[in-house]
């Protein structure tokens, strides 16, 4: 698996996680399509995120212009706090690839609009932090 796959399998558990209460276990079981150990990327994105969503969350908000957070649709919001993440507690990825993995999970679950909206605020964070 390679580690766009891995994200995207991120993205697909921590939504269920986040929007149905489902449990970690669950939700991996629930989108993995083999019978292979997951990759231990997806642990560590969904351990991370998981652990500091009431920072990762802070810091998007604070990044928001003329926009509150909770407007923010379901899918938009697990994309950013993943990127998020990743561009906080992993320092072997360049701010620059999570962007752009993160457009690429939009181009694939939203709209063109969300896109920018999330090249932005993404944009902001990475040049504060």
Known sequence: MNRRQAREMALQALFQITLSDTDRETAIEAVKTDSKPVDPFVDRLLNETV???????????????????????????????????????????PKTVTINEAIELCKKYSDEETRRFVNGVLSGISKEI
């Open 51 to 93: 652990a500091h969503e009431k920072e990762i969350d802070r810091l998007i908000g604070k990044h928001l212009v003329h926009w509150s957070f909770d407007r923010i649709g379901n899918i938009d919001k697990t994309i950013l706090r993943l990127a998020v993440c990743e561009m906080l507690y992993f320092d072997d990825v």
